[in-house]
């Protein structure tokens, strides 16, 4: 299993981009990517997940460089909703997820 | 996305007694489920690996016969506490991997269970 390295926390103001840079060096050639969200007393919720290259949805954007030793979730135009804990994980679809400690944004108005 | 719930949201109970948490996914068959703890202001744990139809894997720590699980079917799971004491007090969040198989599955969570044993 993949261990992750991500900051452990990022101050942003509403209406910036924010960026979290994660480390996986020794991710798997199976493994994929995957970030989650979580709000106090919730259960993580799925953001996005990639391999390769970049990926995006409509709340987010995955970059994955060539080597995929890294991954940055980029998140546009943040709110005071964002305000929340982000998990970076990988791993292959017969791998259990192993959570880090996540990063824990804050959005000040 | 997929949906997962939790029952119940939150419990209360006493020290000595057992309580049965459920997750079922809603809208998909999950021949996998998870179940994890989280303490305050920490990440997620592991705590076991549930397959539907047979035995679960245990993370090295916890205590399958205290923390017994049961996937009865492809869309239910359940995590019994048992002889519950102060400590087990946490927050109890299982999720279920939705795919068929091919690399990428998906884990999608449920809401989580507050558990405060007395």
């Known amino acids: 299993l993949a261990k992750t390295t991500q900051p452990i926390s990022m101050d942003s103001y509403e209406g910036q981009e924010v960026n979290i840079t994660c480390s996986h060096n020794?991710?798997?050639?199976?493994?994929?990517i995957t970030w989650y969200q979580q709000f106090p007393s919730q259960g993580p919720r799925f953001i996005i997940q990639?391999?390769?290259t970049k990926v995006t949805n409509e709340v987010a954007s995955l970059f994955i460089p060539a080597d995929r030793k890294s991954s940055t979730l980029s998140l546009p135009r943040v709110s005071l909703s964002d305000t929340a804990v982000y998990y970076c994980?990988?791993?292959?679809?017969?791998?259990?997820?192993?959570f880090g400690t996540g990063t824990r944004l804050q959005v000040f108005p | 996305g997929a949906v997962v719930s939790q029952h119940p949201s939150r419990v209360i109970c006493k020290s000595g007694t057992s309580v049965k948490i459920e997750c079922r996914s809603l809208?998909?068959?999950?021949?996998?489920m998870f179940w994890y703890r989280q303490f305050p202001k920490q990440s997620l744990m592991l705590m076991a690996t549930?397959?539907?139809?047979?035995?679960?894997?245990?993370e090295q720590g916890v205590e399958k016969d205290k923390f017994l699980i049961n996937h009865a079917s492809l869309t239910l799971s359940t995590l019994t506490v048992t002889s519950a004491h102060p400590e087990d007090s946490s927050f109890y969040i299982c999720?279920?991997?939705?795919?068929?198989?091919?690399?990428?599955?998906?884990?999608?969570f449920g809401p989580g269970t507050r558990l405060l044993v007395l």
């Open positions: 020794n991710i798997a050639t199976n493994d994929y």
């Open positions: 809208d998909f068959q999950a021949t996998t």
């Open positions: 994980l990988v791993g292959g679809n017969t791998d259990k997820l192993i």
């Open positions: 549930s397959n539907e139809g047979s035995k679960a894997t245990y």
């Open positions: 999720s279920a991997k939705r795919g068929s198989g091919s690399v990428g599955e998906t884990q999608y």
């Open positions: 990639g391999y390769k």
